[in-house]
């Protein structure tokens, strides 16, 4: 959606490209917004749901990155080991 190249002096084209862009970039960010999930309409609810959502995700990476380290966080000699088992 650009619309101001060919009309008048340069200087309406050039505020008319500003304005259209801002435009679809605020109708995006709206229209976004509402599909994620995120928008959250002001509500205080919507947003302490949003906030719960949010750390809950967040205390489920924490628990899967420290399953992930306790599994690969290996010494040298560890590591030789396994090695040697998988090429058995």
Do not use: C
């Not at 990155?65 to 040298?76: C, K, P, S």
Request: proline fraction near 1%; glycine fraction near 10%.
């Amino acid at each position: 959606m650009i619309i101001g190249f060919g009309f008048g002096s340069p200087l309406t084209a050039l505020l008319m490209l500003v304005v259209t862009a801002s435009l679809s970039y605020f109708f995006f960010k709206a229209i976004r917004g509402r599909q994620n999930g995120d928008w959250t309409g002001g509500g205080d609810s919507d947003i302490s749901e949003l906030r719960r959502r949010k750390r809950a995700h967040y205390y489920e990476q924490r628990q899967r990155a420290r399953e992930l380290m306790d599994e690969y966080d290996l010494t040298d000699q560890e590591i030789e080991e396994r090695i040697n088992r998988e090429l058995r």
